[in-house]
């Protein structure tokens, strides 16, 4: 079916950069919307950002204007740009992607998460 792998967590200290990235590979016929969900200890999962296979972008209030979402259509990748990081941005992140199987099978597919720490 289809396997997302991340990468590009880390520690960085407040105000600094991160880039996540996510490649999906497997058996499918397509690529549709991909984004990031993120999840803070003792919060629920809040969806941080999205993007459609045509380029359109949705970002979460908390992180609009600092964080930017982008994909490689070829690469079947989607990436997430973090800027003026903050202690409140620190979560585990987790990508998905809505998958076209063989047919008209849905499938949606999720990344292993990936940890993001904000601290001085």
């Known amino acids: 079916q289809v396997q997302l792998v991340e990468s590009g967590g880390g520690l960085v200290q407040p105000g600094g950069t991160l880039r996540l990235s996510c490649a999906a590979s497997?058996?499918?016929?397509?690529?549709?919307?991909m984004g990031w969900f993120r999840q803070a200890p003792r919060n629920e999962r809040e969806l941080a950002a999205t993007?459609?296979?045509?380029?359109?972008?949705s970002y979460a209030d908390s992180v609009k204007g600092r964080f930017t979402i982008s994909r490689d259509n070829a690469k079947n990748t989607v990436y997430l740009q973090m800027n003026s990081l903050e202690p409140v941005d620190t979560a585990v992140y987790y990508c998905?992607?809505?998958?076209?199987?063989?047919?008209?099978?849905?499938?949606?597919?999720w990344g292993q998460g990936t940890q993001v720490t904000v601290s001085s």
């Open positions: 998905f992607a809505h998958a076209t199987l063989a047919g008209t099978t849905s499938y949606t597919a």
């Open positions: 497997g058996s499918f016929w397509s690529i549709n919307t």
């Open positions: 993007i459609t296979n045509g380029g359109s972008a």
